[in-house]
């Protein structure tokens, strides 16, 4: 190649300096998310003991389980469930609830056993409905333990 063309080489562009920061920004973004979700989730720590994000999980938490409380009433009133059927719903639903909301294994547990634990307040309801499920002579009422199982769960703290 004569010499006299060298004059119309050059050397690449270099890159820009935005590309670098950007790919530092991004790196320390991904560290600081992984060092929150590691803070917020990790051992011992459970997602409902962080402020903002326990306060929303338990309103949607309610807000479901009222729904579906609701939704037994409405059920029972067009003749779908019987009262046996509906008590049987409802008391599920309402421990359903309970071991979401609290972590305690209310499925599971006898109501004597509700009674002297920290989920004492819903163990009248919950025999009231185990009385609608279990007795065909109960005289409890379907609709009423249903407006205070709402009653229990948006009270629920």
Sequence with gaps: MPDELLQYLIAPSPYSARWLWLAILLTLGLIAWYGAVFALTGP????????VVGA?????????AVGAVRGIGRRHRAGELDAAQAGAALSRELR??????????????????LAAGELAAAAPLLADLNDVQFNADSDVDVA??????????RAWT
Excluded at 44 to 51: K, N, T
Excluded at 96 to 110: D, N, W
Aim: glycine share 8%.
């Design 144 to 153: 009423a333990a249903g407006a205070s199982a709402e009653e229990l769960i």
């Design 56 to 64: 929303l999980r338990g309103e949607l938490l309610k807000r479901r």
């Design 44 to 51: 011992g720590r459970r997602l409902a003991e962080v402020p």
């Design 96 to 113: 359903e609830f309970l071991h979401q909301f609290t972590g305690v294994r209310a499925r599971h547990l006898q109501l004597s056993d």
